[in-house]
């Protein structure tokens, strides 16, 4: 009986294997659920490179595939957790060299590559647990993941990825330097305290561009990830292309994290929330065609998942509209459920 769903690499992919989830770019169509997948079919995907994986049907062999799923999602959290502690270490000890070294950050970042690249699960994992209160370890490696999640979507080079990652997990490293009082401090700091926080971009860069043979464009990275499109970031205020693309990739994770972390500048009523505001920043804040490259993939990783809903109903996530982020089309036990038509209705969470 063809019950359980497993996620397959497009590399893997067999004519006849049948899809357990709907694929759409741009609102069009690519693979429908529950239809067999042809070899054009295949061949589509990967020209599009819209997914690294495809979830089909199996025999269901296990007694409890729930149970299966929740050991999965906590085995790649506490890889989170153990990823964030090792960036603890690391930055501690390449602090206090006379000389900076990359050798401990490229193998750090090498890492996350390797363990990272089920995309579908790093996603989730972020969505359903964000950075928590940790606003430099575990939030520089949620935010690495997704840089180097959204470079590989972006089409960049292997040398590219590779440098965008180190850029990503030492974005924050200024923050070390900063007073625990400023950077732990909840709610709204002062001006002062504002003033503060601002310089730990420069303060990483500088520190970052002191390591021998490490190409500029990392430190650039780490320096212009707070700058906007329309210069209204700090600590440059520089505009558009003068803002180095790896800081654009990661003005995007950073984001994400922020959003999926609760600290956003206001509460957020969930998730579907969180991928709007993205939306809404690619218009002069963040890059446009880097966020809308984000948001086609992101939203087919929310496609089949369960939420739940303001008053507490549980559905599934059928379609979600790019024209109209907040409100999916859903299905519960009664039928299909367009948010659209239901105003007091809103995704509060995503469950598993």
Same mark, same amino acid.
């Given at each position: ?6 996620? %397959? ?5 067999? $004519? ?7 694929i ?6 690519l693979l429908?659920k /529950?239809?067999?997948?042809t070899e054009s079919?295949? *061949?589509?995907l990967?020209?599009?490179?819209? =997914?690294d994986?495809v979830?089909?049907?199996v *025999?269901?062999?296990?007694? /409890?595939?729930l149970?299966?799923k929740?050991?999965? %999602?906590q ?10 502690y !090792?960036?603890e270490?690391?930055?501690d000890?390449?602090?206090n060299l006379k000389? $900076?070294?990359?050798?401990? #950050?490229r193998?750090?970042?090498e890492?996350?590559? *390797? ?15 964000g950075?928590?209160?940790d606003?430099?370890?575990r939030?520089?490696?949620n =935010?690495?993941?997704v ?7 972006l089409?960049?080079?292997k040398?590219?990825?590779n440098l ?7 974005h ?8 625990k009082? #400023?950077?732990n401090k ?7 305290e ?7 971009? +420069?303060i ?7 390591? $021998?043979y490490l190409d500029?464009?990392v430190s650039?990275? %780490? ?5 906007r ?10 505009k558009e ?5 790896f ?5 995007? +994770?950073?984001?994400?994290d ?5 600290r956003?500048?206001?509460e957020?009523?969930? $998730?579907?929330?969180?991928?709007e ?5 690619s218009?002069?804040k963040? /890059?446009?065609?880097?966020c809308t ?8 990783y929310y496609?089949?998942? !369960?939420v739940?809903?303001? !008053?507490e109903?549980?559905?599934? %996530?059928i379609? #979600?509209?790019?024209? /109209?982020?907040? !409100? ?5 036990d009664n ?11 809103y995704v509060k969470?995503? #469950?598993?």
């Open positions: 009986m063809l019950s359980k769903k497993k996620l %397959v690499r497009i590399s893997e992919l067999e $004519p006849g294997m049948i899809s357990a989830s709907d759409t770019f741009e609102n069009k169509m429908a /529950d239809i067999a997948i079919a295949i *061949e589509k990967k020209q599009n490179i819209i =997914v994986e979830e089909i049907y *025999e269901d062999t296990s007694e /409890d595939p149970t299966a929740i050991e999965t %999602v085995e790649l959290e506490n890889t989170f957790n153990e990823f964030s !090792n960036l270490n690391i930055f000890t390449i602090s000389a $900076p070294e990359i050798k401990e #950050v193998t750090f970042s890492k996350i590559q *390797e363990e990272f690249n089920s995309t579908g699960l790093v996603i989730k994992n972020i969505v359903f647990h950075s928590g209160n606003t430099i370890y939030h520089s490696v =935010v690495a993941a840089s180097f999640i959204l470079g590989k979507w089409g960049f080079s040398r590219d990825i965008l990652t180190y850029s990503a997990v030492l924050d490293f200024g923050k070390i330097k900063i007073s009082d #400023v950077i909840e709610g709204n700091l002062t001006p002062e504002y003033k503060i926080f601002k310089t730990h971009p +420069a990483g860069y500088n520190f970052v561009k002191e390591i $021998p500029s464009s650039y990275g %780490v320096l212009m990830h707070h700058e499109m329309d210069g209204s970031g700090y600590p440059l205020g520089i292309d003068k803002i180095h693309k800081a654009r990739v990661i003005a995007i +994770a950073d984001l994400f922020d959003l999926s972390s609760n956003y500048c206001k957020l009523s969930g $998730p579907f929330e969180a991928l505001i993205i939306q809404q920043q218009l002069g963040l /890059d446009c065609q880097y490259m984000f948001l086609n993939h992101i939203v087919n496609m089949g998942e !369960n739940l809903l303001n !008053n109903q549980c559905c599934k %996530v379609q #979600v509209d790019m024209n /109209d982020l907040r !409100n999916p089309l859903l299905l519960d039928g299909f459920l367009d948010l659209k038509k239901e105003k007091d209705l969470k995503l #469950v598993i």
